[in-house]
């Protein structure tokens, strides 16, 4: 495990270091893929736009979009991973887990198919209630029993509901073999196809839950502590729970709106973050929120370059590396308590 950086100029130091590795990978998402394009041809392309240029449409019809959707989902994935582990006080707390990303896509699935929506501004409110709808059962079934609400509970409880979700939606799916086509875009979790009106759609939502999740890194730390010292501190726990529970909504199924059911990233960035500067709030949530872009920028890449002119979807490049993190997180809190 790598070090954590001690002191606040090193931190400092450190978050620098990521905004400059953002800007390569940015940099590189517009580069790369089927046909790369020099730094030149990105300089042209901005300073003197030309519609008739096939090289300045396709950087920035295809190429731009990619590159600010990665960078904004993936913060949004990412500090939505955060906020999970922290409501949960499990390692292996996310979205992905919780069913928050299996109710979202229910909800899609469900309005498209059967009442035949397809305006987006739409479809983006429909992510959100199916996110909020999937963390509320969550959580309720995590509090059901005499002793209370426990990590274990709440992943469990989060287990079972993703698979309910998984399971209606693949229901409807079969029943509506027609409405297959139209509901791909979401299931399959790529970034490829998406457009900057997509992403428009859901950024002030995104770009307000990312800041205020930043502004509340010290009264995170409160949280943290246990909910008994917290009141003790003077927070209203149940207050502090349920905003935090509304953020996490608001990431995850914002972003699921946009680039489908991509999963792991709420799992792997917090335990990267917290490897570097500890657990802090006030530190690893915008950690998370640069290591998030960088890592879905990193990954849309490689969808691009493993198997050309094909593209292998987003969600497969991240369950590939997230799968064997989530058993090594599971290894090793088992063997922590044991």
Known sequence: MVQHVMQNKGKM????????LLAVCMLSSLMFGITHYSLADIYSMVTSFNGQDVTHIIIWNERFPRMVIAVVTGASLAVAGVISQLLTRNPLGSPSVLGVNAGSIFFIVVFIVLFKVSDLHIIVYFAFLGALVAAIIVFLLGSLSKTGTTSVKIILAGIAVNAMFVSF???????????????????????????????????????????ATCFLGKSMNIYASGESIAKGLGQNVMVMKLGLLFLMVMLAGGSLAVIGNVAFVGLIIPHVAKSLVGHSYAWSTPYSMLLGSIFLLVADISTRLINPPAEIPLGVITAFIGAPFFIYIAFKGGRARG
């Open 13 to 20: 130091f450190g978050l620098v270091f990521l905004l400059i």
């Open 169 to 211: 939606t693949q229901i409807i799916l079969l029943m509506n073999q027609k409405g297959m086509s139209d509901v791909l875009f979401w299931m399959a979790g790529t970034i490829s196809g998406r457009t900057l009106d997509m992403i428009l759609a859901v950024l002030p939502f995104l770009l307000i839950s990312l800041i």
